[in-house]
């Protein structure tokens, strides 16, 4: 009898395809720029805190739930704060979801620097992740990754593909200096070319493109209303082409750019996948930091929230009067905490304080009638009896002493002291350092702190990143624009261009027709629609729903008009969501209005009146949350049909409805197509 073949030759190929089919990502802890100075001179962007969690919890809990298994966090510099951080979180445990997370220390000063480290390592094994360390997003890969194999399998020149979130060309969290601009063939999802742009103004606001491109393409979309969230789909190709041009230094600016530029030469394609109703952004900058703090607060991340508990050792719990509070905390009895604040363990608030929008660390003690207004106030900061803040950063373990001033746009690194009765100007940047420090000006003492203070003031290098200079200020703008009615997330798509410039995409022309004329109250609607949305993913009561609304709508002094439409925006948004989770759409219209069919009732009041405005407003805000939404005319024909049957909508409603002039104007018009 002949000897039978070995089997270890009949496992080997399952073994190599298993090694490559597993998910890997490569994380760039280090963000190569100075935007977050002076906090970053001293703990790395990564592990500053957003909504009181590191920012890099936010990119390792969704590369968790995308399954990865192989996650390499490249750093530059201070890498040893990020592997005690790393060390000591729960993805060391035995219970973490990744097989293999390996810290890279290199001497890198560039992303490019950092992947062709990456390459001459060799730990690439097949296709990765490639994100920034400071990206909050809970987008699902899965379609864009499947997408990005099935190409791979038919060209293996398709070598990478973006993630772009879809938003208004002006959307607050775009950069304010220049806006990325992506020329894109819509019928293969291709990228054709990239540049960026002067964000305003009418000087070099154009691109240089190949017009052989306009006779190779039967159809291309020039985007400039899509949001860059810093991930990418990549195969190991991409790491030999960082490896042979070693002038590229950034992700976009030199590495898009000459790829796409060089087509000709290398035959690589890059391809994009374009996201409308999930959340994805990159805190890249100060201001994108106050713009994204709201949206985690304002629950339009779910469930990338505070009482997620996602950081070993918190225990926040979101509160009726909209808070979120962990244990511990004294509350003087003559305090008051407005809706949106976070408060972390061991806060002690003194008789008389007002706190609105702002977030406090652990550990801080703040003082009797003080005011703190839209500022992150981070862990052990104590701030002294009537001190004002607004508007401003204050890092941990600093002092404020006593009737203090710290004016709008102002930031204070770890452990500086502020003098009583001192004023810190706007803008100003106070760091704790040694005089003989190049980043410390000379100016230090009484001038910058206050008799007694200690600090001085951090003037960033003129030859820096160039949103450096001056970008604190851009965190700051009025509390209307700087509040989530302009989120990142889908519930307020229509208002995703708040500036009214003229240069917007297609989408966000017929966006801005259906906009309210009457200045809607924003910050109302944000807080009303997350509200709202959160009782219909818990299945509370509908009454219980109504009641919190009712609360709200007194304390904001809002209108019918603007519950009318923060329901119909919670109800639309819940109704995709269990679409999504595989329901038809007939019947997740049905699940969701015949169960909070009260939530409805006791918004119409024309029942027994000849006219209907009321339902018709009701109508036409139905009509515009589904103007911007995929098979909206099929949707918007269910919704009317169901609640004309559960009688919430009477004959007359649809009828005069129908006739309004409003019905039918610019993008509403389409939906009119049933």
């Known amino acids: 009898m002949p000897p039978k073949a070995p089997k270890t030759k009949g496992k080997q190929k399952p073994q190599e395809e298993q090694r490559e089919d597993t998910l890997q990502a490569v994380v760039i802890a280090d963000s190569f720029e100075t935007r977050f100075a002076p906090f970053s001179l001293e703990k790395p962007r990564c592990l500053l805190p957003l909504a009181n969690t590191p920012l890099i919890e936010y990119t390792l809990d969704f590369l968790a739930h995308a399954g990865v298994q192989d996650i390499f966090i490249c750093c530059g510099s201070r890498t040893e704060q990020v592997k005690e951080y790393i060390s000591s979180s729960k993805w060391k445990l035995p219970t973490s979801p990744f097989k293999t997370l390996v810290l890279l220390k290199s001497d890198a000063t560039s992303v490019g620097d950092a992947m062709r480290d990456l390459d001459n390592r060799g730990l690439i094994t097949g296709d990765f992740l490639l994100v920034s360390g400071d990206v909050v997003t809970n987008v699902s890969i899965e379609p864009a990754l499947a997408r990005h194999r ?58 240089n493109l190949d017009p052989g491109l306009l006779s190779e393409h039967a159809e291309i979309e020039v985007r400039e209303d899509l949001i860059d969230c810093s991930i990418d789909i990549c195969t190991p190709d991409i790491l030999g082409l960082w490896s042979d041009n070693f002038d590229y230094q950034s992700v976009r600016t030199s590495f898009l750019f000459g790829v796409l530029k060089d087509y000709e030469l290398n035959g690589k394609t890059i391809h994009t996948h374009i996201i409308t109703d999930q959340y994805a952004a990159r805190v890249r900058s100060l201001r994108a930091y106050d713009a994204v703090t709201r949206d985690v607060t304002g629950r339009w991340t779910y469930p990338l929230c505070p009482d997620s508990n996602r950081v070993r050792g918190q225990t926040y719990k979101y509160t009726r009067r909209r808070t979120y509070e962990e244990g511990r905390i004294s509350l003087g009895r003559t305090s008051r905490i407005s809706s949106g604040c976070v408060l972390g363990r061991d806060t002690i608030i003194g008789e008389g304080t007002a706190v609105s929008d702002s977030t406090l660390g652990r550990g801080c003690q703040i003082g009797r009638k003080a005011h703190i207004e839209d500022s992150y106030i981070w862990d052990n900061v104590v701030i002294g009896d009537g001190s004002t803040i607004k508007k401003a950063i204050i890092a941990d373990g600093a002092i404020i002493g006593k009737g203090c001033i710290i004016e709008p746009g102002a930031l204070l690194s770890y452990n500086v002291r502020i003098a009583d009765q001192t004023s810190v100007p706007s803008f100003r940047r106070i760091i704790r350092a040694d005089p003989k420090c190049q980043a410390a000006s000379k100016r230090a003492g009484p001038s910058v702190v206050g008799e007694g203070g200690e600090g001085y003031e951090y003037l960033p290098d003129s030859d820096g990143d160039s949103d450096a200079s001056g970008s604190s200020h851009l965190v700051y703008r009025n509390r209307q624009a700087s509040m989530s009615a302009s989120s990142v997330s889908t519930l307020l798509s229509e208002e995703l261009d708040l500036d009214g410039t003229e240069g917007r995409s297609r989408r966000a022309s017929a966006l801005s027709e259906t906009s309210d004329e009457s200045a809607p109250n924003k910050d109302f609607h944000a807080e009303a629609t997350a509200s709202i949305l959160d009782g219909l993913q818990k299945e509370d009561l509908p009454e219980n729903i109504s009641l919190e609304l009712g609360a709200l709508r007194m304390t904001l002094n809002a209108s019918q008009h603007d519950v009318r439409r923060g329901v119909a925006a919670a109800l639309i948004k819940r109704t995709m969501n269990l679409e999504s989770n595989g329901r038809g759409a007939r019947e997740a219209v049905s699940n969701v209005l015949t169960k909070y069919k009260m939530l409805i009732e006791r918004i119409i009041f024309d029942q027994d009146t000849e006219d209907k405005p009321d339902q018709v407003d009701f109508l036409l805000c139905i009509q515009k949350e589904l103007v911007s939404r995929e098979k909206g005319d099929s949707l918007l024909l269910f919704v009317a049909k169901e609640v004309y049957d559960l009688e919430l909508i009477e004959e007359d409603g649809i009828l005069q409805w129908w006739a309004d002039a409003r019905s039918s104007e610019g993008a509403m018009a389409t939906l009119r197509a049933l």
Do not use: Q, W
């Open 150 to 207: 099935e190409r791979r399998d038919k060209d293996k020149n398709a070598i990478m593909t973006m993630i772009l979130r879809e938003a208004g060309v002006n959307h607050r969290t775009k950069a304010t200096r220049k806006r990325p601009v992506f020329v894109i063939n819509p019928t293969i999802d291709r990228c054709l070319h990239y540049e960026e742009i002067h964000a305003s103004g009418n000087s070099e606001r154009y691109i």
